[in-house]
């Protein structure tokens, strides 16, 4: 049984107070505002109080100013996907499954860029959002395709969904056998939920629309998937012996939970930790719901409840 502490997430709306242009820098002072999508003031007994719509919960405006001055310490990241067409992306990359899958592709040296961006960080122990793709029935598979046939489909599959992955700024961690454990890592722990659910979507898409599309094509079944994503912090450690294998990994509870929640989820499912959603921009939020998770679920909460897990809400877009 495992306990999980939450981070939660404030979200504001930019205004503009002031602009300045000087020698080609541009300079803006802006205000914070809750975002009116999420919050409104609520006057309780005289005392004025923030409620948040999506969590339920009530910040007493002594608690908000409070958290709004901490922020002012905080540098601020950005860091957007690199794709700014899902659906132009996704039709681009048809010619590159065809060639895997025909085996016309070129070949490409061995690289390992989790392994060197592990290496370069100077903390052994970080906030990361992890997520597990499964292709869902993949023994069923094995069994009815050659296994040339069957190595064919895993490897082009795993190949298009881990070249998704560093357009969000995450890292591919390691292979399972017929799935992959990416990581999307801190700075701005924040920021990569919101991305590192954009990207399990855009992953979804790509296998749905363009890589099933060109399965068919070309005589294989089509194909399933689950994704499970969950956030928290994590140790980076190097694992293993220099007479066999080493290498940097990352270990934690946030590991094993993404894994177990992609395994509660049916093909096709995203579903997300707790973690995970307390943290996402509102826009996200509005389209995750609750899953309740099975009877023997045991992970449970800071507070000692059965630890929420939720499932994306998808539509005609993303079927």
Known sequence: ?????????LDFIQEIISKKEDEGAVTYRVTLI????RYEWKE????????????????????FRDLAKQM????????????????????????????RLTGNDKL?????????????????????????VDIAGSTKLSLNLRPEKYARLISTTLYEVSEIIPLFHGHVLKYTGDGLIAYFAEP??????????????????????????VLEENG?????????????DAYIVTIGSPKTKRHKDVIGSVVSLAAKIQGLGDPGDILLGEVTVRNLHTK?????????????????????????????????AQS
Not at 1 to 9: D, N, V
Not at 197 to 208: D, F, P, S, W
Request: charged residues 30%; glycine residues 4%.
């Open 44 to 63: 309780i007994a005289g005392k004025k109080y923030l409620f948040d719509k999506l969590d339920q919960i009530l910040l007493s405006e002594e608690v």
């Open 188 to 213: 701005s722990f924040i920021l990569k939920n919101d991305l590192a659910l954009y990207c399990a979507l855009t992953i979804r898409k790509l296998v749905y629309v363009g890589l099933n599309k």
């Open 220 to 232: 294989y079944p089509r194909i399933d998937i689950r994704i499970g994503l969950d956030s928290g």
């Open 1 to 9: 049984m495992s306990k999980k502490s939450k981070r939660l997430r």
């Open 108 to 132: 490409t040296s061995l690289e390992d860029k989790s392994e060197a961006f592990l290496e370069s960080l100077a903390k052994d122990k970080l906030g990361f959002v992890i997520m597990c």
């Open 34 to 37: 809750p975002n009116p999508e």
């Open 284 to 316: 996200w939020r509005q389209i995750c719901e609750d899953s309740r998770p099975p009877e023997e679920w045991k992970y449970k909460d800071e507070n000692g409840k059965p630890y929420q897990v939720y499932k994306v809400k998808l539509g005609r």
């Open 72 to 99: 002012k310490a905080l540098p601020i990241y950005f860091q957007k996907s690199q794709i700014d067409d899902t659906e132009q992306y996704i039709k681009s990359m048809e010619p590159s499954i065809l060639a």
